[in-house]
């Protein structure tokens, strides 16, 4: 740590999906088979498609858009490309599911719009909405998107059409970063810092933010590679869409803390001459999380917790699993509170919702579609289903599911019914047979033996795919790859299955799993540079979870017996740690100031931070005496050298080595 030996640096790299550079070249996609073609037109029969309000709603009150298409970052390369998916004006083609296909066209449209007389939205420009309302002197600004490049060309494109204004109040719904990373870019913290900007958010949101991000974001960020497809190019055999939005935009995510808190229901605060009355709903969609109300307008804002599509109880790239019985609970207290006073409702993702009954039938049938997903998945557990039989049988009922907006276009019902299982009852099943069971590998090639070999498996699988059964040709496949991934003609199989199931389904981030999936097989795993998690998130962290990181960092092995203690001195918090390394694992408390230790560093936070998440050397501060390091001075390079550098690459659909 002194000398910062790749160690250190590299240890304490996360991961983050919007730094991430342009997807690689990737393999060319194989036709729709006969057998999606025909599922294809089947959807396309059995869905309202005549039904156009949606489109209505969606262009209603729109005003222009950039006249250039990429907004860039500092280094000149590509954050967002709003002509990325002009191929959606097309006809659809046979390798996207039709249902799919008329979401994407939605979540397409970009640029901005007037929802009423004093609120705009931009649209498109991100994964995510931000919603400009119009104060007595300037704008109040909720939800600025994930990045600062997004949003900066979001508000120049408001300033271009609408006149210029000064930003008075900036509101994070919650604490996922599509709704607060943008801000540095339309927000400069000196004006924060002297009150002539207010950041409202809800209670929690700084614990929220960090919390969900550091810890396990290494493992996130991997898998929301697959989530959000982000190596695939948007195309008709790649990447359409997340189900709520397009993607996520690839640039620097920033983050100001809160000025106000929003902790209670019927909370009101006036920003910039405008009244709002917030609604707090804590542990839904996010951990932190607010609604909110203009009573004086008519309008309601839903956050994230009414969407386009049906939301995810559990995430795909990881989370905590969401409580969706508060979630239904507190749409019902939204109808209560908000419906029958509301002449339209906005979201932070999609499009807006006009006219009062338009806007209680939402909210009610958006309701009972997570109410029934919580009750029906919880009757069912108590019969005795385990959370894959209720995921085989639970389907809403064809009042709910004919409602476009509860389709399964980001969450779904069979995924979702699982998450609320695991919620209630955990991963295990209740059987035996469940109670330990072997990695995947070794069950691969356990289960490729007793069917007789990797040919006769693969041939099965041949078989089913050719009766369209591609889930358990999957199913096969897996076995067989996971056994020996050195098989180029069971990865070649597999991928073309997990093409077809891509091509087939209504979800987006199914199909970009899927087809991620397939891209891997074929091409490898794309290694990609190590981003660090962004500076404004790294200083919202207490000094107790910065410990924390590098408790989970420490790898048993390399320890081994050894045992070590450091006291960690920050003077410009009046903070002292003791971090003690014992029995192969790292426990940090705040000092009494008597303990023995081995060493003791000084140092600034920020100046640690920059060392620990940065890789800046603390060797020239040392000597130079800005940092101070007293006793035994090789302590402090042991315990870098215990630290795990975590890859960004690990497999997902191939054996973990």
């Given amino acids: 740590m002194v000398e910062p030996r790749a ?43 005549a039904d156009r309000q949606d489109f209505d709603f969606a262009d209603r009150g729109f005003l222009g858009t950039r006249a250039d298409p990429l907004i860039k970052r500092a280094d000149g390369q590509v954050a967002w490309n709003l002509a990325a998916y002009d191929f959606l004006k097309g006809e659809r083609p046979a390798t996207v599911n039709p249902s799919l296909w008329r979401q994407a066209q939605l979540l397409a449209r970009h640029g901005l719009y007037q929802v009423s007389d004093r ?249 009972d579609a997570y109410k029934y997903l919580h009750d029906q998945s919880v009757r069912m557990l108590n019969e005795g289903l385990t959370g894959d039989e209720i995921a085989a049988q639970i389907q809403l009922p064809p009042t709910l599911a004919r409602d476009w907006y509860n389709r399964g276009y980001y969450g779904s019902m069979s995924f979702n019914s699982r998450a609320v299982y695991q ?45 369209g059964d591609y889930a358990w040709a999957a199913s096969l496949l897996n076995h067989v790859v996971m056994a020996d991934d050195g098989d180029a003609a069971a990865k070649t199989q597999l991928a073309a299955v997990y093409e077809q199931l891509g091509y087939q389904t209504e979800n987006a981030i199914w199909r970009n799993m899927y087809l991620t999936a397939t891209d891997e097989l074929r091409g490898g795993v794309r290694k990609l540079p190590a981003s660090m998690a962004p500076l404004d998130m790294l200083q919202g962290l207490s000094s107790q979870m910065i410990f924390d990181v590098l408790a989970i960092r420490l790898n048993a092995d390399k320890v081994g017996d050894a045992h070590l203690t450091l006291a960690f001195v920050f003077p410009e918090r009046n903070e002292r740690f003791v971090v003690e390394v014992r029995n192969r694992v790292l426990v940090a408390q705040p000092a009494l100031g008597s303990e023995a230790v081995d060493a003791t560093l000084t140092v600034s936070r920020p100046v640690f931070l920059d060392s620990l998440f940065r890789g800046t050397s603390l060797l020239p501060k040392i000597t130079s005496g800005e940092v101070k390091l007293e006793g035994d001075r090789a302590a402090l390079g042991r315990l870098a050298g215990w630290f795990d550098a975590f890859p960004t690459d690990f497999p997902i659909v191939t054996r973990l080595k």
């Fill in 423 to 467: 919620r209630y009852m955990g991963w295990y099943d209740a059987n035996p047979a469940h109670l330990d069971p072997a990695p995947p590998a070794r069950t691969g090639q356990r289960y490729v033996a007793a069917m007789g070999g990797a040919d006769k498996v693969k041939a099965m699988a041949a078989e089913a795919a050719k009766t």
């Fill in 7 to 49: 160690g250190l640096k590299a240890a304490l790299l996360i991961s983050t999906v919007a730094l991430i550079g342009a997807p690689g070249a990737v393999q060319a996609g194989q036709p729709a088979s006969p057998i999606t073609i025909q599922h294809q037109k089947a959807v396309a029969e059995a869905l309202p498609f």
């Fill in 119 to 367: 609120v705009w939205q931009v649209r498109g420009f991100d994964v995510s909405n931000v919603t400009f309302i119009k104060g007595d002197t300037g704008w109040v600004v909720v939800d600025p998107l994930t990045t600062a490049e997004t949003a900066r060309a979001a508000f120049e494109l408001v300033t271009e059409k609408l006149g210029a204004l000064p930003i008075r109040a900036v509101i994070y719904t919650h604490s996922h970063s599509d709704h607060f990373g943008g801000v540095r870019g339309i927000v400069d913290q000196k004006d924060v810092e002297a009150g002539r900007i207010a950041i409202v958010a809800p209670e929690g949101f700084m614990k929220e933010v960090v919390s969900e991000n550091i810890l396990a974001g290494n493992a996130m960020s991997r898998r929301a590679q697959y989530q959000f497809g982000v190596m695939l190019p948007p195309g008709v055999e790649g990447q359409i869409s997340s189900g709520i939005g397009q993607g996520i935009a690839k640039g620097t995510i920033t983050l100001i803390p809160p000025t106000q808190i929003v902790d209670h229901t019927g909370q009101e605060l006036v920003l910039d001459g405008v009244k709002f009355r917030f609604q707090y709903t804590p542990n839904t969609e996010a951990p932190a999380e607010m609604n909110f109300y203009l009573p004086d307008l008519r309008i309601l804002d839903m956050a994230e917790n009414a969407n386009v599509s049906m939301h995810n109880v559990l995430t795909p790239r990881g989370a905590l699993v969401r409580d969706s019985k508060a979630w239904a609970d507190d749409l019902t207290e939204s109808i209560r509170l908000y419906a029958d006073g509301s002449d339209l409702m906005i979201t932070s993702h999609g499009w807006p919702r006009f006219g009062r009954e338009t806007v209680k039938t939402f909210l009610g049938e958006h309701r």
